[in-house]
DNA sequence: TAACGATACGGAGCAATGTTCCGCTTGGCA
DNA sequence: TGCCAAGCGGAACATTGCTCCGTATCGTTA
């Protein structure tokens, strides 16, 4: 019970080379699973992809959070870093909340129902919740920041409050073309102008 | 007040007096239950509240969603009926949207983990979906176009669409203290004024 | 009131899916 | 080459939605 190095990437020299194989085989057999029948798949599902047994699976990933989260990790990364990158660019913190947050919706909709499941309760999906957000709120939190120091915003909200909110008007998006999630978010960031 | 019908109306007559007790056996048992562990209770649990068998509760609610209907169904209807009767009290339609949108905001965040269920893409629960659906979008609409009609706010956005949000923005407000849906609703209801 | 057919009931059982367990295989080192 | 811990496969277990069917009950009719 005290593998130290599990997960985090550096001490890839202890492992033996079948195992760094199938964590590659399966990395990428869960990133076509999920485009195709989104993040929800069938945990046998991807296994079968990879050609490899249930037991290979949860050994690398002891649950699917940790699977979707080293699946997506790069592209929250990405997202993160944009974010000082746009507001540095833009003369209007409001503006740069917007684009940002509009990154973040893009990222969200091209994923075949992450959104729900960063929503679900099951415990199994906490750890993913919280290494997104984790990742993301603070980002959020500067943008926000800048804004209300504008004066471009109303103050009170909490980054982590916005957060949830742009990820729960994201779910069921990519399924139902008659919703538009991004349209949607965009008039929740107007609102935030508005005194409440 | 009474016996009037279930589901599909006119032949109540022709049940027998056990599976009429037993309805509402299943009723009471479900509201209780959906208070207690929310509306994505296993239908055994519920079954058991009841002192009922599996059986029973399928023969009585083919799906989950149609007891789920049947539990909540008097609340939709108040809802959806209190929309023409706030668009009269009002002098302001955007004002009597926001109110009617509590109303539904209420009614949602009280109700552990419907708003989810309502999302849900699961086939089963597309009843329900509909149902409740069917019942508030005409409602909204209403509002939604004499608020358009006062110059209130940006025309664009389908009745529809704006339940969905407003349900989406819902999503586990009831479990976590830190995430307030009124306000985020309202906050989307305000960006409604402004041009996008 | 007794019998009988339609109606309703109970719960075992099936299917899908997440997760664990354990005997077998194999990579890498001595 | 031989050893053994690391790694593997997949059967098995648990949960949960839903179905099926033998049995019990209701209500009507003789």
Same sequence: chains 1, 2.
Wanted: some cysteine; charged content about 20%.
């Amino acid at each position: 019970m005290s593998d130290a190095d599990e997960g985090t990437a550096q001490m890839t020299r202890s492992k033996r080379a079948d195992a760094r194989r199938n964590e590659k085989t399966l990395l990428d057999a869960a990133a076509a699973v999920f485009v195709a029948s989104g993040v929800e798949a069938p945990v046998r599902d991807i296994a079968a992809k990879a050609g490899v047994g249930m037991g290979t699976i949860y050994r690398h990933f002891p649950t699917r959070a940790d699977l979707i989260i080293a699946v997506y990790q790069h592209q929250v990364d990405a997202c993160a870093e944009a974010g000082p990158a746009l507001l540095a660019r833009s003369d209007s913190p409001h503006a740069a909340l917007g684009q940002w947050i509009n990154l973040f919706v893009d990222f969200l909709v091209t994923k075949h129902g992450l959104a729900a499941v960063l929503r679900s309760d099951n415990a199994a999906f906490n750890a993913l919740h919280t290494s997104f957000l984790d990742r993301l709120v603070p980002v959020c939190a500067v943008l926000m920041e800048a804004a209300e120091a504008a004066g471009e915003i109303q103050p009170g909200l909490g980054a982590l409050e916005l957060m949830h909110a742009v990820g729960n008007l994201c779910i069921g998006a990519e399924k139902n073309p008659n919703y538009n999630a991004r349209r949607l978010v965009r008039i929740l960031i107007a609102g935030l102008k508005e005194p409440h």
